[in-house]
């Protein structure tokens, strides 16, 4: 802890009731509270998808809760956007700025808020140059102002957005503004990871914070209190000696662990044939060298935070990005990097995360979508055949057991998970040897989800090599044959997932944080 | 940050919102409401609908048709061809020039240069990657000023050959040859579009790229095959108009710009791409001619039908254009 | 939903690093990439000419042949920092020379307003560039669409009240003006540079103008920030209407007469002197001194390519290469991930 926890005074700054935000197929918030006071470093934790970031968008009005309240210095408050947020004082860092790129440090500090530079009609960039000197000195930052945005470092320019909500939280003569800072050492080095802990020291004495990192052992050393959140309810809140890193993973991830959820029983053993291996790929500054394999009929899990780069190597298999060394391998043959029509060619499939921008054509068919991949089969003497393609569209519309009312409806007419059954049919009809599928039950119904368990498990039966990145820890356990954990980069750890000798999460955990 | 996403778009989001509460997809007004205006010239002049005017119409279209079913494939794959203005002149005069020459070979000559012309636009497309409406207003300037380099002053094909013409300017069981010409250009663009891979990754490419490229489309050969097919049908409209009037001239072309987009989108294909299709084309080639016909017998003037077509452009795209698609409009 | 898409859609084939960056730093410097442009442009034809090119009369033909295409450069670049595109100005300007046809002493009808004009013509131009934004943000029509279709438009309009007719024109003043000279220098370079100043004052010294280059750097963010989006479009479009009917004025008054075809030409040259003055397609860079050397350039390079006998239809040609290659020099291609 960073210094002897403070007494919390009685009233809270910021107070947050009820808050309850629902997406199409999920819940995203359930009833959370939340209190800020006043002058403290609050520790917010959580997995992917236990709410934080939606918490924190209903602070800053970026989305309005559908029921709960919110009260500032104890009078109600409606916040219709994040404009409205920041003239309260409330503002948020968010991991990947949001500086505009172009325009200058100078400028981005003042943007929209400029009237009191003017001199005779004009901007006086001398006075915007003073002024910002000052404001950047509080935070000890020294920068050439006049430096476009882009070309400043991302430590710079978290410094600039922090500065700038300091300095429109004096504008608006806010007393206690709440910062929030989404996830901020991510994008630094150690030095100025530790130039960061110390201007949040600087920091509480006339502002609160918020800080959302998923490296618990920073949080611990930082925050005054920690809030754990987990699958969008409040699960617990530390001060003091408690908050200890092993307590909050636990926290995190819980202890139960629903039986059959993922139909283990129905869970393959593969036998040892490699149908897909990875040798030695690294990408600079987001994954080192690593090396593994997937054998026939194996479904295999890259786990990691953020930031672990798993979401990259998955790219750099389906050819979506090229990697700086190492090779993908089907087969046993070597596959030409950087190129999703080569791998694809060669059988590798790939069910992207965000199935509408990515995975579907949704002003197509569902049987001109699943198609795709076939067309070339779907030829008589050359030219497609309608009833070729009503055939085969209708084979894997049943064999998925996709809704919809006929094989011509337009995709973007489907449900979620329909939607999701698909892009998986799409590829299925292909015969791909390999899958790699990213979050391939995100923002699917229950019913929806049991339903692409029992297509994974078919695949796995014949022979089709998997490589799943899930929404949950229990998910990627339940689903897989093995975990690859994946930390800063690095695979660090392989962990076994037989169907009945399972590891709960608390033991992964801690291998991930 | 994120907007705001409290209300959940359907993935059609297709024109204006407040027509969704009609539940007629919006890109049926354009039709609805030229069939009426149809209607109100058959009405207003019942000349209109005699033979000889439906032949007229029919006529008039069939160049446009062929033209905008190109037009159509560059519009498919979310991009727009501003050159067939330059590309009908440049090719409609190179065919006057050389049929003296070289005889009936002259359509196939023709017919090649506009689908090198094409590729070419597609390659500058997607090889030097700039925007297909800077670069095809760049290679139409510079094809409509080769056009006057071939033909400073109209040119006429010299009656000793204009026997070749006659199969666009003959008829055949009353019917002029260049309706039979359109519908078998209109059959070719079919059969691509519908019954080959190639054409159906058209639709692919424009409806989702991103998809199509991770799925193992080859985006980069599609598109360039769109802008191949656009100058083909810029190539075919050359020769229809230069044969049935029996030459050419370096301006030929111009009006085809606004005419071929707005045949396009009049039809209710969307520029942001992926939807529409031949018949939609078809329907608005015949719509614009009978537009234009119409305007010319109730006496609008010619000035005037060029305001309309724009306003009609404008409008046509409002309602049909998908803003799902892009966050911002530029 | 990531701010800052700073994982842009991974576009296929990345071009080389190196080169990439070089390209970076062509778009960010102000003006030095196209100084050394024309200065090899200048050494090139003067070469060629024999020192033909550099003739003081040589000179000012120049100069008076870019002053015009300045403006509208000047009157176009805005919208392309916002990251919109404006083709309307044919339409326009043939909209505006209609107007200066009907209201200026001529020999067909009873208009006599004089320098009147002035004022009209602007405010007429204005008017234009504010139905393309209404357009644009009501509507909510991609501007290079609306543009277009509003230059279509318009142009239309203005052949029909025209009704074809060529309008010869009867009072000389304006005339006078355009092609007059101080010190030697053309009237009209002389206020095309006037303008360009007074214009990158406005860029560089008002939040209009650095609003511009927010939007221009990402609309979203710009919004979210508080920038009154839709707004500054308006007042940019707006704005680009009105040099545009300012050039209606002298296109018009250099001829002695009012045809809305004489507003035609116009676009291309425009389009081209932007890009090659270095304002990005993409938007968020350059400003109007990149515009008018943008110009300059264009100008003395047709100048040199007729000194030389170049056949005119070459040099349209040569136009339209340099355009292309302008763009796909300036273009940057991480903020867009596949080019349509």
Redesign the interface.
């Known amino acids: 802890m960073s210094a002897p926890a403070p007494l919390t005074p009685a009233l809270p700054t910021l107070a947050l009731r009820g808050i309850r935000k629902e997406y199409p197929g999920v819940v995203a918030l359930d009833q959370v509270d939340l209190d800020v006071y006043p002058h403290e470093v609050l520790g917010l934790v959580g997995e992917n998808g236990a709410g934080k970031s939606t918490l924190m968008k209903v602070m800053i009005g970026l989305v309005r809760p559908d029921t709960g309240s919110m009260a500032l210095n104890d009078e109600p408050l409606v916040l219709l956007d994040p404009i409205q947020a920041v003239e309260h004082g409330i503002g948020m860092v968010f991991q990947e700025g949001c500086l505009i790129p172009n325009l200058t440090i100078l400028e981005s500090l003042f943007l929209c808020h400029e009237l009191q530079f003017r001199r005779r009609g004009l901007l006086s960039r001398r006075a915007m140059r003073e002024e910002a000197q000052r404001v950047l000195g509080q935070l000890r930052l020294q920068v050439d102002v006049e430096t476009p945005v882009d070309e400043a470092s991302p430590a710079v320019r978290q410094m600039v957005e922090i500065a700038r909500l300091l300095w429109l939280s004096t504008l608006y003569r806010q007393q206690n503004p709440i910062l929030i800072l989404d996830e901020p050492t991510t994008v630094l080095n150690d030095e100025e990871r530790a130039t960061l802990f110390e201007t949040l020291q600087t920091l509480k004495q006339r502002a609160s914070v918020i800080f959302i990192s998923h490296r618990l052992q920073e949080v611990v050393e930082n925050a005054d209190r920690i809030v754990i959140l987990k699958d969008g309810r409040n699960v617990a809140e530390l001060v003091g000696a408690e908050a200890q890193a092993a307590r909050i993973e636990e926290l995190m991830v819980g202890h139960t662990f629903a039986a059959d959820r993922y139909r283990e029983h129905e869970q393959y053993a593969p036998g040892t044939e490699v149908v897909l291996e990875v040798r030695g790929l690294s990408k600079t500054k987001a994954f080192a060298p690593l090396s593994f394999s997937v054998r026939r009929g194996e479904i295999v899990s890259l786990v990691g935070l953020v930031g672990s780069g798993k979401e990259s190597v998955c790219r750099c298999i389906n050819g979506l990005e090229r990697p700086d060394a190492g090779a993908v391998y089907l087969g046993g043959e070597p596959i030409r990097a950087g190129s999703p029509s080569e791998a694809v060619r060669r059988g590798i499939g790939h069910v992207p995360v965000d199935r509408r921008s990515e995975g579907l054509a949704l002003a197509m068919s569902v049987a001109e979508n699943i198609n795709l991949l076939v067309l070339d089969q779907l030829k008589v003497a050359g030219f497609l055949a309608p009833r070729l393609e009503t055939r085969n569209a209708r084979k894997w519309i049943d064999g998925c057991r996709i809704k919809t009312p006929s094989t011509r409806s337009l995709c973007a007419t489907l449900s979620g998970g329909n939607q999701q059954k698909t892009v998986i049919a799409k590829w299925l009809s292909s015969r791909v040897k390999a899958l790699v599928l990213d979050h391939p039950t995100r923002g699917v119904d229950v019913g929806a989800k049991d339903e692409i368990y029992r297509i994974l498990r078919g695949l796995a039966r014949d022979g089709v090599g998997m490589l799943v990145m899930c929404d949950t820890l229990e998910e990627d356990i339940g689903l897989s044959n093995r975990l690859l954990i994946m930390k800063d980069g690095r695979l660090v750890k392989e962990v076994d997932c037989a169907p009945d000798r399972k590891p709960t999460p608390r033991d992964v955990i801690q291998h991930i944080v | ?6 209300s ?1 778009t ?3 989001g297709t024109g ?1 919102g407040w027509w969704r509460r009609l539940r007629i997809s919006p890109k049926y007004i354009p039709m609805a409401l030229l069939t009426l205006v149809a209607c109100a010239f058959a009405i207003g002049n019942p000349n209109f609908i005699s033979p000889y005017n439906i032949n007229t119409i029919l006529v008039y279209a069939a160049p446009l048709l062929m033209v905008a079913l190109g037009q159509m494939c560059a519009i498919l ?3 727009i061809d501003l050159s067939v203005g330059g590309m009908i002149s440049f090719i409609s005069c190179l065919f006057v020039v050389m049929v003296p020459r070289i005889g009936a070979w002259a359509y196939l000559l023709c017919l090649i240069v506009g689908v090198v012309l094409g590729t070419i636009n597609g390659l ?2 997607t090889r ?8 095809t ?3 139409g ?2 094809l ?3 056009s ?2 071939l033909a400073p002053v109209p040119v006429n094909v010299p009656a000793s050959h204009q026997g070749l013409l006659v199969v666009v300017t003959g008829s055949y069981l009353g019917i002029d040859n260049s309706l039979y010409v359109g519908a078998a250009v209109f059959l070719l663009f079919y ?1 691509i579009l ?4 190639q054409g ?2 058209l ?2 490419v424009g ?14 050969r599609i598109r360039t095959l769109a802008f191949l097919l656009s100058g083909l049908g810029s190539a075919l409209a050359a020769l229809a108009l230069s044969a049935s009037q029996f030459g050419s001239n370096p301006y030929l072309g111009t009006p085809f710009v ?1 005419a071929s987009i707005a045949t396009v989108v009049v039809g209710g294909t969307a ?1 942001t ?3 529409g299709g031949p018949f939609n084309t078809l329907f608005g080639a015949l719509m614009m001619s009978m537009l234009q016909n119409g305007m010319n017998v109730v006496g609008v ?1 010619q ?9 009609m ?2 409008i046509c ?2 309602l049909t ?3 799902s698609k892009t ?4 | 939903m990531m701010p800052l898409d700073s994982h842009p859609a991974e576009a296929p084939a990345p071009s080389d690093w190196s080169f990439e960056e070089l390209r970076r730093r062509f778009r960010r410097t102000g003006v030095s990439g196209q100084i050394l442009t024309l200065a090899i442009v200048v050494l090139v034809f003067a070469a060629g000419t024999a020192g033909r090119f550099l003739s003081v009369p040589n000179l000012q033909a120049i100069l008076s042949d870019f002053g015009i295409p300045a403006i509208v450069a000047i009157g176009l670049h805005q919208a392309i920092i916002l990251g919109a595109i404006d083709l309307s100005v044919e339409g326009i300007a043939g909209m505006c020379i209609v107007l200066v046809g009907l209201l200026v002493r001529n020999k067909y009808n009873q208009g006599d307003i004089g320098l009147w004009i002035l004022p009209v013509v602007v405010a007429a131009g204005a008017l234009g560039g504010l139905a393309n934004s209404l357009v644009i943000t009501r509507l909510r029509i991609p501007s290079f669409i609306s543009t277009l279709g509003m230059s279509w438009t318009l142009y239309g309009l203005a052949i029909y009240v025209n009704k074809a007719t060529t309008i010869p024109l009867l009072d000389e003043r304006v005339h006078d003006f355009v092609v007059g000279r101080v010190g030697g220098v053309p009237n009209i370079a002389l206020l095309a540079v006037a303008i360009a100043l007074a214009v990158q004052v406005l860029e560089d010294h008002t939040r209009f103008g650095r609003y511009i280059y927010a939007i221009g750097g990402d609309e979203l963010l710009a919004g979210q920030a508080g920038v009154r989006v839709n707004r500054i479009k308006m007042q940019v479009f707006t704005l680009a209407g009105a040099f545009y009917g300012l050039c209606a004025l002298f296109i018009a008054a250099q001829l002695g007469s009012a045809h809305p075809r004489m507003g035609n030409n116009q676009l291309f040259p425009a389009v081209t002197a932007v890009s090659v003055g270095g304002v990005a397609l993409t938007g968020g860079v350059g400003g109007a001194r990149n515009a008018i050397l943008g110009a300059l350039i264009v100008s003395a390079l047709n100048n040199g390519l007729v000194l030389m006998h170049v056949n005119p239809f070459i040099q349209q040609a040569v136009n339209g290469v340099v355009l292309i290659t302008a763009v796909a020099v300036t273009m940057d291609r991480s903020k867009l991930g596949f080019i349509k």
């Open positions: 940050m994120a907007t705001a996403t409290n959940s359907n993935g059609e204006v794959v979310g991009g500058v497309l030097v990657r700039i925007p297909s409406f800077i670069a207003l760049g290679t300037g510079i409509a000023s080769m006057m380099l059969v519908r019954f080959l891979p159906r990754q639709f692919y409806s989702n790229i991103r998809m199509a490229w991770t799925s193992g489309v080859n985006e980069a606004l520029l791409g992926g939807a003037d000035y005037f039908q060029q305001s309309i077509l724009g306003l452009i404008i795209v409002g254009f998908d803003r966050p911002v409009i530029k």
